[in-house]
Nanobody, 120 residues
Framework: QVQLVESGGGLVQAGGSLRLSCAAA????????MGWFRQAPGKERELVGA?????????YYDDSVKGRFTITRDNAKNTVYLQMNSLKPEDTAVYYC????????????WGQGTQVTVSS
C-alpha cells in the first residue's frame, strides 16, 4: 500500500509562486510514474502534469500550465514536487498527487489534496 501526502498549498496573489510537495510512503517510489491533478469547484478533476520513472526524464504538462509549472522528483526523499510560477486566479483548485504503480494508464494511488487559492 502506498500513502501519498501533499503539502505546500495556500493563498497567494496572482503572479506569485508556490511549491507543492507530495511525500510517498510504502512501495517503491522510484518505479512509479507520478502525476499532479487539480479540481476546481464545479469542475472535473484534470491532469496538470506527470513525470516519468525512475529519473523523471520525461514530463507532460497540460497546455494551461506549460511554461509556468514544473514537476520534479527526488527518489532519495520519495517526494515529487510541483513548482508553480506566475500563478493565475484560474489556477485556484485542490491539487492532488497520484501514483501509477503498475506502469499502465491508470492512477492507482491518490493523496488527500491540498488547497491552492490565487487571489486577483
Amino acid at each position: 500500500q502506498v500513502q501519498l501526502v501533499e503539502s505546500g498549498g495556500g493563498l497567494v496573489q496572482a503572479g506569485g509562486s508556490l511549491r507543492l510537495s507530495c511525500a510517498a510512503a510504502g512501495g517503491t517510489f522510484r518505479r512509479y510514474r507520478m502525476g499532479w491533478f487539480r479540481q476546481a469547484p464545479g469542475k472535473e478533476r484534470e491532469l496538470v502534469g506527470a513525470i516519468s520513472w525512475p529519473l523523471g526524464i520525461t514530463q507532460y504538462y497540460d497546455d494551461s500550465v506549460k511554461g509556468r509549472f514544473t514537476i520534479t522528483r527526488d527518489n532519495a526523499k520519495n517526494t515529487v514536487y510541483l513548482q508553480m510560477n506566475s500563478l493565475k486566479p484560474e489556477d485556484t483548485a485542490v491539487y492532488y498527487c497520484a501514483a501509477d504503480s503498475l506502469g499502465g494508464s491508470d492512477w492507482d494511488y491518490w493523496g488527500q489534496g491540498t488547497q491552492v487559492t490565487v487571489s486577483s
